[in-house]
């Protein structure tokens, strides 16, 4: 199992350098000049030539690439067009905010979208799954910066329950307040994905022979659903949900500027918009990572779940 | 004649599709008794498994239903019975051994907690220890070496797994045992050693079995009596004897003309014409009435009954009205 | 053998029409699907005509009835004569909205195409040949699919710069990895079919074998991905233009329009509620219609 995870760590590499290549590529596509951008306007011809040499702006994109990555390891990513301070750090800042958020946002999908698809899919063609699945239609429909919105409206502009912006600072309970409708506007879309998925998985699994084994054994039915149905329907689940968690990240780009959180996602966009590109390089790459790395836990979890996957490892396969 | 375990009467069961109503099963009858190994042989659709599901009470409802008929077993009607009592008997009293070895056990589950599970859920006195112990006996019995207990169905060949199903469906010494094909899915070699693993362990608990097959040899060679089903009905019923020596049924007797034989020396099989009518539109007389040779007008009119013949041999045929 | 040839040529195909026929049988059955088809054929046809009519008037009804201000009359709410309201310019919401629908449906398809197109061919190369060039072109996709598309779409945005052209490749280019792998899946279970291998003794080239058989058997996976990759694609550019990187106010795109009423979602509901309620019916009907169109052309899959 060790040999696995290591395994699939280094296999993390390769992904890791072909994304910051894709992600510097698209980047150094970006029209103007970056001297200019630093230095102003009335910058002289001179300053900005010496400018573009000390960015190393006149060496071709290979070696730029491999400097950055060079420095990259070193935790340094250049520094901010803006206003100076290291990327690296201010990246850092931010990253636990996004981090939270993404995490509440996949506990809330899990939370509720796992059971309701349980029942969904026990009582097929209810009432009750109609209902489920149509609310879960539209909550996978939603653009999640929309329901954000809705949410503001309610929660916090009608009923004043809950603060509509940036994150509560002095105790846990100001944070959780905040955290709550983010989260929320991140969950809905994959708390209906997950539903769906929980009730599809369930029911592929329902019509399975080793169920009606399950049945013919005299087991009861709360038996058969979490032991025996359950843990062969989650195996896909798992994929689904760390797909999610990339969906999510990108999604929290449009919650964080909803709620002006201050996370990543704003950070990028903040970025683009001052065209700081080593900003949002430094973004996008640490998102991806952080993407990357959920994937790679997910892989693990799943070997767990699924002996067939785990008897694979221990073969040295 | 040993004593009656199970009798089924006038059994039937739909299911609503998209495309109509199936009749699956058309008031069947069919007795077991204690002990004995009955065959039930036909056509893939002619509602084998249906019945067995049926006995079982495991019908997948929606779209399933059972809209008519009794059976009695030990006595009691399953079909009164409420459903934990009907889970009680599910597993300990009568088992089932499904087609597919291969798709039978729950995959993210080692093979020995399977056997366990039947083991402890019908005796929950039971340590998990011993039932443990019990479990890896079971596994010992049917040929497999306990200290596979940990390990998972996909660790296992078709022919063990087959085994381990085996070991679940006979771990409570159950009264009853119905094996829905169990080798079908299974290569030839391994095929006969499974059956004559599961005669053996069946004659050692005087357990009675419904076997499921569409093979007329494994019928003869494991089996006190047969029932010939098609589409949804008995149509021959009797001990092994009566009906491999003295075919009545013209379905039966198109089943054995389509069997290579070695000692016959005719030049090619004679399989029957057409094909069974669709369930969902099965025809007003006898169900085999235009496939069948001998039919007369009044097959097409009227259903047969099923006529038992002085020596206990049934079948549904008019051709044998008057010596009933 | 020019015969024999034709004869073995019409078998797939005529296996195909059946196919088809019995897919759109069971289709027309599915009435929340037939109902997402029939609210996106209307959407059509609004985006069709307001560009027509925006042709036709040299854009005097654009520039009168959609971008022109009424300042007098901002924010007012839905009333007889503005029956969703009016935005913070005094702007007919209900209006913009129809006038919007050409952005999100016409780029969000054309998005797809480019993907289907580049995604595709990728694909099909990758399942077909397999081995190296299957290794090289996937793990490429990898790469960009460790990216998540919005990211990824934004990344590009960012460095383009925001113009139609540059939304369009954006979330183009992010759905290429989708495409890719979804024809090569189906491309390798229709590969070592036995038709195939008749093409090919009977002497077909690649490419013949490639088009003719393998893309007209995926097609159904295909078919299926592209309605679900549209919805994903009309997010993402409602999403981008909402974060002031998509497509730019006055434009009436529906996230753009979002993006603006966000300043007075305090004082006007309609003016955010309106907007939104567009998307989602949009993507709603076509998830319907993705999840109709997946049962009816495999009804292995339904329940």
Do not use: M, W, Y
């Given at each position: 199992m060790y040999k696995f995870v290591l395994k699939r760590l280094l296999q993390l590499i390769p992904v890791i350098i072909g994304v910051t290549f894709i992600v510097f590529f698209i980047m150094n596509l970006a029209p103007g000049d970056p001297a200019a951008i630093i230095l102003g306007d009335q910058a002289t011809a001179e300053a900005l030539a010496m400018k573009r040499e000390e960015l190393g702006l006149n060496d071709p994109l290979l070696v730029r690439y491999f400097n950055y990555m060079k420095n990259l390891l070193r935790g340094d990513m250049g520094t901010s067009y803006k206003n100076n301070i290291p990327v690296w750090n201010q990246v850092i800042d931010r990253l636990p905010n996004t981090a939270i958020l993404a995490v509440a946002g996949i506990f809330i999908a899990l939370l509720f979208g796992i059971p309701i698809g349980i029942l969904s899919a026990k009582k097929q063609y209810s009432l009750l799954d109609n209902i489920s699945m149509v609310a879960a239609l539209i909550g996978v429909s939603m653009p999640n910066f929309w329901s954000g919105l809705l949410l503001v409206m309610l929660f916090s502009l009608t009923l004043g329950w809950l603060p509509s912006q940036g994150m509560g600072s002095g105790g846990v309970i100001p944070v959780l307040r905040s955290i709550i409708l983010p989260s929320l506007t991140l969950g809905i879309n994959s708390m209906a994905m997950v539903a769906r998925m929980t009730r599809s998985s369930m029911l592929e699994v329902i019509r399975q022979d080793y169920i009606s084994t399950a049945q013919a054994k005299g087991l009861n039915d709360h038996v058969i659903t979490t032991q025996h149905m359950l843990r062969n329907a989650l195996i896909p689940i798992i994929t689904a949900v760390g797909l999610q968690f990339g969906h999510l990240l990108g999604g929290a780009m449009l919650a964080e500027t909803v709620f002006s959180w201050p996370g990543l996602g704003r950070l990028m966009v903040d970025s683009i918009k001052s065209r700081d590109i080593p900003m949002v390089l430094g973004c996008v790459v640490f998102m991806a990572t952080m993407f990357s790395i959920v994937n790679l836990i997910v892989d693990i979890v799943y070997a767990f779940v699924d002996p067939r996957i785990k008897s694979m490892y221990k073969k040295g396969n | 004649m040993s004593e009656l375990l199970l009798d089924i009467k006038d059994l039937s069961i739909i299911y609503s599709t998209e495309d109509g109503v199936v009749r699956a099963l058309n008031k069947a009858n069919l007795q077991l008794h204690k002990g004995e190994s009955l065959g039930l042989v036909g056509e893939t659709g002619a509602g084998k498994t249906t019945l067995a599901r049926g006995i079982m009470r495991l019908i997948p409802n929606p779209p399933g239903k059972i809209t008519n008929g009794e059976i009695i077993y030990e006595g009691k009607d399953l079909l009164k019975l409420k459903d934990k009592e009907m889970r009680q008997l599910r597993g300990r009293k009568i088992s089932m051994i499904f087609q597919d070895p291969m798709t039978s056990l729950n995959p993210v589950m080692t093979a020995g907690d399977?056997?366990?599970?039947?083991?402890?859920?019908?005796?929950?006195?039971?340590?998990?220890?011993e039932g443990r112990k019990k479990a890896e006996d079971m596994l010992e019995m049917v040929g497999i070496n306990a200290s596979r207990y940990d390990d998972y169905p996909h660790q296992f060949s078709g022919g063990m797994k087959q085994r381990v199903v085996i070991a679940i469906a006979l771990a409570c010494n159950?009264?009853?045992?119905?094996?829905?094909e169990p080798t079908t899915a299974l290569d030839v070699t391994i095929q006969a050693q499974v059956l004559e693993m599961i005669?053996?362990?069946?004659?050692?608990?005087?357990t009675a079995m419904l076997l499921i097959t569409h093979d007329l040899g494994v019928v003869a060679q494991n089996c006190d009596r047969v029932a010939i089903i098609y589409a949804g009905e008995i149509v021959e019923y009797g001990t092994l004897r009566q009906v491999y020596k003295n075919i009545l049924h013209p379905y039966t007797e198109g089943l054995f003309g389509s069997v290579p034989s070695l000692d016959t020396t005719s030049k090619r099989l004679n399989a029957i014409d057409g094909m069974m009518p669709d369930p969902t539109q099965l025809p007003k007389g006898c169900k085999f009435a235009d496939r069948c040779k001998f039919a007369e007008k009044r097959c097409l009119e009227n259903e047969p009954e099923l006529i038992e013949r002085a020596d206990g041999h049934k079948v549904r045929c008019f051709r044998y009205e008057q010596e009933g | 053998m020019e015969e024999n040839r034709n004869i073995n040529e019409t078998v797939p195909v005529k296996k195909q029409r059946s196919l088809w026929d019995e897919a759109w049988r069971r289709f027309k059955k599915n009435k929340t699907a037939m109902g997402g088809l029939i609210y996106l054929s209307i959407l059509v046809v609004v985006a069709i005509s307001t560009t027509v009519i925006d042709w036709v008037t040299k854009n005097q009804v654009y520039k009168q009835y959609i971008i022109k201000q009424d300042l007098l009359h901002r924010l007012k709410g839905p009333?007889?004569?503005?029956?969703?309201?009016?935005?913070?310019?005094?702007?007919d919401i209900f209006l913009r909205m129809l006038w919007g629908t050409r952005y999100s449906l016409f780029m969000g398809a054309l998005a797809i195409i480019f993907a289907l197109i580049i995604g595709g061919f990728l694909g099909a190369l990758a399942g077909y040949y397999g081995k190296r060039v299957d290794a090289v072109i996937m793990r490429a996709m990898d790469i960009l699919l460790a990216i998540p598309s919005m990211l990824l779409a934004t990344a590009i945005v960012a460095a383009l710069g925001t113009s139609l052209v540059n939304v369009l490749i954006a979330i183009g280019i992010a759905y290429i990895p989708t495409f890719a792998r979804t024809v090569r899946a189906s491309v390798l279970t229709v590969k070592d079919r036995?038709?195939?291998?008749?093409?090919?003794?009977?002497?077909?080239?690649?490419?013949?074998?490639i088009f003719k058989y393998i893309v007209m058997n995926a097609l159904a996976p295909i078919i299926v991905q592209a309605t679900l990759g549209l919805a994903g694609a009309i997010l993402s550019i409602a999403g981008l233009s909402f974060l002031g990187l998509g497509i730019q106010p006055p434009t009436p795109e529906w996230g753009a329009m979002l993006s603006n009423a966000r300043t007075y979602i305090r004082d006007a509901w309609h003016v955010t509620v309106m907007p939104g309620l567009g998307i989602m019916l949009t993507i709603l009907s076509l998830n319907l219609m993705g999840d109709g169109l997946r049962d009816a052309l495999d009804p292995k899959l339904k329940n």
């Open positions: - | 399977q056997i366990r599970e039947v083991i402890l859920t019908h005796d929950p006195g039971l340590s998990k220890k159950p009264t009853l045992l119905i094996a829905d005669h053996d362990l069946k004659e050692k608990n005087n | 009333s007889a004569q503005h029956i969703f309201g009016q935005d913070e310019f005094g702007r036995d038709f195939i291998e008749a093409a090919r003794a009977i002497g077909c080239d690649d490419s013949e074998i």
